[in-house]
Nanobody, 123 residues
């Protein structure tokens, strides 16, 4: 019931787009905010985007504002991350995670994490 599953990762060229999806239970989506994070090998999680459970408010890290869009589909029990104008980067894993509606994108507040989906932006 507290499981999150990411999908949609892959290899994409710089400047391209990719859409990631996080599937979670209706319970999680109703009571928890959902965030998307990026983690490169040997690095800390970097916050990307978050969507509140209470009113659907969205929050974005400065590095992705204007390029990424987070959205929730209650009929499919998913939270998607549309990523546009992707910048060159080595391999990384994107995670979705669930937290109480307290401090968006603060990693320590997210109690439940998916297994991640790999993304590489390279030509």
């Amino acid at each position: 019931q507290l499981q999150l599953v990411e999908s949609g990762g892959g290899l994409v060229q710089p400047g391209g787009s990719l859409r990631l999806s996080c599937t979670a239970s209706r319970f999680i989506l109703e009571y928890y905010a959902i965030g998307w994070f990026r983690q490169a090998p040997g690095k800390e999680h970097e916050g990307g985007a978050d969507i509140s459970s209470s009113d659907g408010s969205t929050y974005y890290a400065d590095s992705v504002k204007g390029r990424f869009t987070i959205s929730k589909d209650n009929t499919k029990n998913t939270v998607d991350l549309q990523m546009n104008s992707l910048q060159p980067a080595g391999p990384a894993v994107y995670y979705c995670a669930a937290a109480g509606d307290t401090d968006p994108l603060l990693v320590s507040t997210y109690a439940y994490w998916g297994q991640g989906t790999p993304v590489t932006v390279s030509s």
